[in-house]
Nanobody
Framework: QVQLVESGGGLVRAGGSLRLSCAAS????????MGWFRQAPGKEREFVAA????????SDSDSMKGRFTISRDGAKNTVYLQMNSLKPEDTAVYYC???????????????????WGQGTQVTVSA
């Protein structure tokens, strides 16, 4: 069992930056792939980024490419999402998730994640 607690969301102006944090409980943090997803009102939850023991991946979406970076600190059982050059369309609830999937490919779909945090709101004003 893994519990995930996100923090770092808030209100920011377009062009600004935020760093989200996700603290995970449990001594097996290193075995999980940790991911970030987001969900805007009326839209499906979408993949943002994920990091496994062997690598990381950020979304191929043109709307996010080059602006978001994921990192993880095993000593702190924490995964981060650095978001730069934020745009109003980045406004969403951002969720942290943990996956037990063992794969050479970083999982990018919600179905492959086993544990979810409660989410943190990010609002970007124009």
């Amino acid at each position: 069992q893994v519990q995930l607690v996100e923090s770092g969301g808030g209100l920011v102006r377009a062009g600004g930056s935020l760093r989200l944090s996700c603290a995970a409980s449990g001594r097996t943090f290193g075995t999980y792939t940790m991911g970030w997803f987001r969900q805007a009102p009326g839209k499906e939850r979408e993949f943002v980024a994920a990091a496994s023991r062997s690598g990381s991946k950020t979304s191929d979406s043109d709307s996010m490419k080059g602006r978001f970076t994921i990192s993880r600190d095993g000593a702190k059982n924490t995964v981060y999402l650095q978001m730069n050059s934020l745009k109003p369309e980045d406004t969403a609830v951002y969720y942290c998730a943990a996956s037990n999937v063992i794969s050479m490919l970083v999982p990018t779909t919600t179905q492959r994640y086993d544990y979810w945090g409660q989410g943190t709101q990010v609002t970007v004003s124009a």
